[in-house]
């Protein structure tokens, strides 16, 4: 269950983003944008990670939390690509 929170988060995540990015660049959607979201959220699942083992004493780090917030992201990605014509004004 820990991991599906993982991706829904990270799902979620990512499509705030691609959305705020959309709208900013006035509905004009860029394959950089996507590259640019997605390692971006995934450096962010990294280093929380490492903060996790590094800083706590109750928690540490897990390859695998990263791996679902990739999948996450991967998924909300592709939604966005299908949803995102919806957006426009």
């Known amino acids: 269950m820990d991991k599906v ?3 829904l988060i990270y799902f979620i995540l990512v499509n ?3 959305l705020y990015l959309f709208i900013k660049n ?3 959607f860029s ?3 996507i590259w640019i979201v997605l390692l971006s959220v995934l450096l962010y699942g990294i280093i929380i990670e490492i903060f996790q083992q590094l800083l706590t004493t109750s928690r540490s780090a897990d390859i695998m939390d990263v791996a679902a917030n990739l999948v996450g992201s991967v998924i909300g990605i592709y939604f966005f690509r299908s949803i995102k014509n919806k957006f426009k004004v």
Do not use: G, Q
């Open 5 to 7: 929170a993982h991706s």
């Open 16 to 18: 705030l983003w691609m």
């Open 26 to 28: 006035n509905f004009i």
């Open 31 to 33: 394959n950089r944008w």
